[in-house]
T-cell receptor, first 118, second 109 residues
Framework: ETGVTQTPRHLVMGMTNKKSLKCEQHLGHNAMYWYKQSAKKPLELMFVYNFKEQTENNSVPSRFSPECPNSSHLFLHLHTLQPEDSALYLC?????????????????FGPGTRLTVL | GQNIDQPTEMTATEGAIVQINCTYQTSGFNGLFWYQQHAGEAPTFLSYNVLDGLEEKGRFSSFLSRSKGYSYLLLKELQMKDSASYLCAVSDSNYQLIWGAGTKLIIKP
């Protein structure tokens, strides 16, 4: 595998289900991100992990719970979602040069998980 | 607030030239990115501008004017495979990316 991979590619779930999205990056990067992409809307940054530490949490509802066990893997745990949470969930990674101040570098995206909440 | 504006959709003819504009208002500026996203696929990096002027990379060029809060992506010799969404994103003072909603480019034969 190369680049950034995400599983599953498609997911349909009921509002009472619990599921998890998985992201893995094979680029040796130290920062990983979760984004939500809805039709005709800008990408919404949900969570950022830098050196496995969560550095951003953009007021995301608690029904979304991230987990970053190491710098290569990122999970998004989902429970009691709402139909408006249906969207494409994208994972990305980048190499942060400093490790302290968050200097920006190009982000590499995975193919996304198309989530439908019934 | 922070805002990125770009047209929702554009149509162009194969072989022609198209310019996709992006205007921004952000708290700080640490560079502007253009990404390409084909339907059902991941966004892929096209260009990065942090200084004013034109950056050329093959058929694609990107321009930046920081004083005007303005950028454009220029695509020459359009090919059918260029049909995609083009995303403009600005790195703000916290190095967080602020994204536009994307411009869907339709190429007609």
């Amino acid at each position: 595998e190369t680049g950034v991979t995400q599983t599953p590619r498609h997911l349909v779930m009921g509002m009472t289900n619990k599921k998890s999205l998985k992201c893995e990056q094979h680029l040796g990067h130290n920062a990983m991100y979760w984004y939500k992409q809805s039709a005709k809307k800008p990408l919404e940054l949900m969570f950022v992990y830098n050196f496995k530490e969560q550095t951003e949490n953009n007021s995301v509802p608690s029904r979304f719970s991230p987990e970053c066990p190491n710098s290569s893997h990122l999970f998004l745990h989902l429970h009691t979602l709402q139909p408006e949470d249906s969207a494409l969930y994208l994972c990305a990674s980048s190499q942060d040069g400093t490790g302290e101040s968050f200097s920006y570098n190009e982000q590499f995206f995975g193919p996304g998980t198309r989530l439908t909440v019934l | 607030g922070q805002n990125i504006d770009q047209p929702t959709e554009m149509t162009a003819t194969e072989g022609a030239i198209v310019q996709i504009n992006c205007t921004y208002q952000t708290s700080g500026f640490n560079g502007l990115f253009w990404y390409q996203q084909h339907a059902g696929e991941a966004p892929t990096f096209l260009s990065y501008n942090v200084l004013d002027g034109l950056e050329e990379k093959g058929r694609f060029s990107s321009f930046l004017s920081r004083s005007k809060g303005y950028s454009y992506l220029l695509l020459k010799e359009l090919q059918m495979k260029d049909s995609a969404s083009y995303l403009c994103a600005v790195s703000d003072s916290n190095y967080q990316l602020i994204w536009g909603a994307g411009t869907k480019l339709i190429i007609k034969p």
